[in-house]
């Protein structure tokens, strides 16, 4: 299939400069396994799973199979109230039983921005529910990445996405990705009675893909403990076997009080995400009829295709044993990159905790060299792999589902882009 570029398309991509964008867009027309076709029937490799959530590879016959089969029955109806239905059911019980978290309650909703304003509504109204109204402080991380919405665009740790909105919520702060000293003074300088949560994704994703150093993710919890402040691990991109786990912190000895899930939870074969939630912050809401009450939720929340999708996927998950690959793959995939690191172009390259990793150019080709990330990316995409790139370099992240040669693929496709900088 052939898409015409005669007509600029009205579409307004997310995160794009139109004007360069308009009429000279990317039509991806097929997925099948890791890999891609444009409708031009160019091949590329899925080097990103598209954004951190194509787990399980493109067009399975078993998930359409499974979303088919719900829309026959239920396609869709709202959970508001006492309303419910078999697959949200059935998904919040699975989740349930795979979490190492005691007596966990699950809020559903759409996608990894909306489980993070959850998260935060959340933790403030726990603290007025608890007869502590005045903490609402939260604290995310510099570098961090929490999504678009409203608390989400507050606690993104990249000062160019909160540029140009005016105001942003109050009682939000940054700390030093990398230091728990960091967040121990902030905490001292806001007042611990303040603070309601500290937010931490175990590794920064869009944010350069930077793993915790070792003892940071434990350090962290620790200091939130000592001041009764709640932890909300973000593992949007980590969690569904990202970091080699279920939900993408059970590699630290941590008890994190709520988390956020999404992207690898249906694959992206269907938008959907959710906050795991521990016993004791759900305690003042469940504890009895006529008390405290979460006054929050969207339409689609609890949905039962979206739902269904998410258990088709888990049960591809655990069937070809996929969760373990991203501890299996991890030191595979640095060991492909580290050659890349006597390249003139190249400058840090991170990763090394899960299936992730990026690839700087170093600070002096950003500089001289004009449209240099994208020329990276796009020499990168020219040698078969798409790659997303961030402010200073490359990410990767490709389906589970990959083996070591695709991995050659990807670094071959990086060398190329790396060339691309180095001749320019």
């Known amino acids: 299939m052939t898409i015409s570029r005669t007509v600029t398309s009205a579409y307004w991509h997310p995160f794009a400069d139109m004007a360069a964008v308009a009429g000279n867009e990317l039509v991806i027309v097929r997925g099948e396994g890791v890999y891609l076709w444009d409708d031009r029937g160019q091949r590329y ?20 199979e499974a979303i088919v089969k719900q829309l026959r029955t239920l396609e869709a109806f709202q959970t508001f109230g006492d309303v419910t239905n078999p697959p949200t059911l059935e998904l919040v019980d699975r989740l349930v039983q795979l979490s190492p978290m005691t007596d966990p309650r699950i809020f559903l909703c759409l996608g990894g921005g909306d489980a993070i304003d959850t998260a935060a509504k959340l933790a403030r109204q726990y603290w007025a529910a608890q007869g502590q109204p005045d903490r609402i402080h939260l604290i995310s991380r510099t570098n961090a990445y929490h999504g678009t919405h409203g608390f989400g665009t507050s606690l993104v740790g990249i000062e160019s996405m909160r540029q140009g909105y005016g105001p942003l919520l109050g009682s939000v ?45 434990e350090a962290v919890a620790a200091v939130c403990k000592r001041h009764g402040i709640l932890l909300v691990i973000d593992s949007v991109i980590c969690a569904f076997g990202r970091v080699g786990t279920w ?52 339409t689609y929340s609890g949905h039962p295709t979206c739902c269904a999708a998410a258990l088709a996927n888990i049960d591809i998950l655990e069937r070809e044993n996929l969760v373990a690959r991203g501890r299996e793959l991890e030191g595979v995939l640095m060991d492909v990159l580290a050659p890349l690191a006597d390249h003139p172009a190249c400058g840090e390259i991170r990763g090394g905790l899960g299936l992730a990793a990026a690839v700087d150019l170093t600070p002096e080709a950003l500089k001289s060299v004009p449209g240099a990330m994208a020329r990276y990316a796009g020499a990168a995409r020219e040698a078969g792999v798409m790659l997303r790139a961030q402010a200073t370099g490359l990410a990767i992240g490709p389906p589970l589902t990959i083996d070591s040669s695709h991995l050659d693929e990807i670094a071959g496709a990086v060398r190329a882009g790396l060339d691309a900088v180095a001749a320019a």
């Open 247 to 298: 939900f993408g912190y059970e590699r630290w000895d941590i008890e994190p009080d709520m988390v956020v899930l999404a992207k690898g939870i249906t694959s992206g074969y269907l938008p959907l995400g959710g906050v795991m939630i521990s016993d004791a912050v759900a305690e003042p809401f469940w504890a009895e009829a006529g008390g405290a009450m979460f006054r929050h939720g969207a």
């Open 173 to 217: 702060s940054h700390v030093d990705y990398q230091s728990p000293e960091a967040l121990e003074a902030e905490i001292e300088r806001v007042g611990a009675g303040q603070v309601a949560a500290f937010f931490c994704e175990p590794v920064i994703g869009a944010g350069g893909v930077r793993p915790a150093p070792p003892g940071y993710i």
């Open 45 to 64: 490799l899925d080097g990103t799973s598209s954004l951190w959530h194509a787990h399980i590879g493109h067009g399975r016959e078993d998930m359409a």
